[in-house]
């Protein structure tokens, strides 16, 4: 059964704050993505990877950017949180042999 | 890149009654179209997919159909039931080779006892 983790269920934070967001998946799975939940736009991607230290951007990848140090786990960072960036995240992996994207629980995240 | 418009963006069935929603994509390479549902408070889920190289694909109540021509693709729930309330979203991985999907902007579906 495959796991997907993230570091926090809810995060409240200051504008300029620094932020990461931990994303860890247990199926040895060699993409990772990072998506953004918004009321009526749907899940929009941010940045996604698809091997160690490899990654690439999504549709809406200003303000954030990535790492992927180790296979199991996708790290969204935040530079300098703006309260724009107020939103549910979500982190979801798949293998390279088949499509189904598994997806965490997601990361509500509130920016003050 | 690919574009994908979903409808309706809320939807309220009898039980018992069938929901349909629609997807329309922008890029004639597509070639994958899952459907991801989410329940209040959950992770989105797949429940059912199609490749374009299928035309119609039935999981029990639910059933996905593909028309690559006019490219669009739909999800129908049979027999709805209360359970079946949920965000449903469509997506589509374009065509390339990538692992990218593009999802719609989801269906709040409700299903009235």
């Known amino acids: 059964d495959v796991k997907v983790t993230q570091s926090s269920r809810y995060l409240v934070k200051r504008t300029g704050e620094k932020v990461f967001l931990e994303c860890v998946q247990d199926?040895?799975?060699?993409?990772m993505f990072w998506y953004r939940q918004d009321p009526g736009l749907g899940l929009r991607l941010i940045y996604f990877?698809?091997?160690?230290?490899?990654?690439e951007k999504g549709d809406i990848p200003e303000g954030y950017s990535v790492s992927r140090e180790k296979k199991e786990r996708f790290s969204l960072i935040l530079e300098s949180a703006s309260t724009n960036q107020t939103s549910m995240y979500l982190c979801?992996?798949?293998?390279?042999?088949?499509?189904?994207?598994?997806f965490g629980p997601g990361t509500r995240l509130l920016v003050l | 890149g690919e574009n994908v418009e979903q409808h309706p963006s809320t939807l309220s069935v009898q039980e018992g009654d069938s929901a349909v929603i629609k997807c329309t994509y922008s890029d004639s390479a597509s070639n994958y179209f899952p459907w991801y549902k989410q329940e209040l408070g959950k992770r989105p889920q797949l429940i059912i997919d199609i490749r374009s190289n299928v035309g119609e694909k039935k999981d029990q109540r639910i059933a996905v159909t593909l028309n690559k021509t006019a490219k669009h693709f739909s999800l129908h729930i049979t027999e709805t039931q209360p359970e079946d309330s949920a965000v449903y979203f469509c997506?589509?991985?374009?065509?390339?080779?990538?692992?990218?999907?593009?999802f719609g902007t989801g269906t709040q579906l409700k299903v009235e006892l």
């Open positions: 990877s698809y091997d160690v230290k490899m990654k």
């Open positions: 199926m040895d799975h060699e993409n």
């Open positions: 979801a992996s798949k293998t390279g042999g088949r499509e189904t994207q598994y």
């Open positions: 997506a589509a991985k374009g065509g390339g080779g990538g692992n990218k999907l593009t």
